[in-house]
């Protein structure tokens, strides 16, 4: 019970939490590059305030617009590899205007763990390893009769890190026309050298890939995205989610924008924590990880009570719901420096 006390905080998320008399590490979270605490970024987000206001609650379809909304999405379609883009409010929104729009393409197949904002009904529950699951779907597909498909997934599993090779998808047949839905949102900004997904995933002609992502997480920004060729964003700025529904700030589009060193900065200092991290750690079983990527998973389920008495904070919660087994997990981010980590180490 004694982490209950966390659940209600009146002060920001950072490398150290207050609480009373006791400060605490903390090695939860998902502000990979430490960019809600990052004082050179929290400067851009002002400007932007200064220059935008605080919000803008007309909607997209509205006729009197801002133009940094079509200025953003250009800037991050170029900047993540897509031929187009879209901003919206939350990554949940684009999940669900993206899923409602393109479901009626084809066959749609979920992979397994996908994240609840794509579900169109009930959660799918495949129960098996993504590798199995895509060895059984290449044959269904390639003996179906059936031309279209929507393939759902997530870009990677962040809670026990593995990140999704999608060469299978190489394996369809031509004569398959298939659309591939990829949640990258704890991806983006990150993996492949701070770009997104859509960089690791080959191209082929029957193959259309639409990436979707919250903005929330590595890059920092109360939004959401969705990337993808013209004509998909063309048709997904027609759906009544995107007319209807208010954009984000605009000072956190303007930030992120401006803010291209900041990610490259702290990405690397990120880089440097993970390896640091993760030489004190290699060979040990109880631990997984892989490289690159800052969530240390571990097995022990009465770790997180061991380190919370040496006054460290970790990512500790029932998965995948309230009856679940504890998920325990170290989550490193770019605002923790060597002392942090070395704290880290010596309570192991």
């Given at each position: ?104 393409f084809g066959e749609i ?203 460290i904070l970790v990512s ?33």
């Open positions: 019970m004694q982490e209950e006390i966390f659940k209600n905080l009146t002060i920001p998320l950072g490398p150290q939490i207050q609480f009373k008399d006791k400060t605490y590490l903390y090695f939860g979270g998902t502000a990979y590059l430490g960019i809600p605490q990052n004082e050179d970024f929290v400067k851009l987000y002002v400007e932007g305030i200064k220059k935008y206001g605080l919000n803008n609650g007309t909607s997209r379809g509205n006729n009197v617009q801002l133009g940094i909304y079509g200025d953003v999405e250009k800037f991050a379609a170029k900047k993540f590899g897509a031929e187009a883009a879209l901003i919206t409010s939350s990554g949940y929104l684009a999940a669900q205007l993206t899923i409602k729009t393109i479901s009626t197949k979920y992979a397994p763990a996908t994240h609840p904002a794509l579900w169109l009904k009930d959660d799918p529950k495949i129960d098996s390893s993504f590798s199995d699951w895509s060895i059984g779907l290449v044959n269904e597909i390639n003996e179906s009769e059936k031309t279209n498909w929507v393939i759902i997934s997530n870009s990677m599993n962040n809670l026990y890190p593995e990140i999704y090779d999608f060469s299978f998808l190489k394996r369809m047949s031509n004569e398959k026309q298939i659309i591939l839905l990829v949640d990258d949102s704890h991806g983006i900004g990150l993996n492949n050298n701070g770009l997104s997904a859509l960089s690791a995933i080959q191209y082929q002609e029957n193959l259309e890939v639409v990436l979707i992502a919250s903005m929330a997480k590595a890059l920092g920004v109360d939004a959401g995205i969705v990337l993808s060729s013209g004509k998909i964003i063309r048709k997904l700025k027609e759906s009544n989610e995107f007319l209807g529904a208010s954009p984000p700030s605009a000072a956190g589009l303007f930030a992120f924008m401006q803010g291209d060193e900041i990610y490259r900065k702290e990405l690397q200092k990120l880089k440097e924590n993970i390896f640091t991290l993760s030489e004190k750690l290699k060979g040990k079983d109880e631990w997984h990880f892989i490289e690159d990527f800052p969530v240390f998973f571990f097995k022990n389920a009465d770790i997180s009570k061991k380190l919370l008495t040496n006054n500790s919660f029932p998965y995948p719901d309230k009856d679940g087994p504890i998920v325990n997990r170290i989550v490193l981010s770019s605002w923790h420096d060597k002392s942090d980590i070395k704290k880290l180490i010596e309570s192991f």
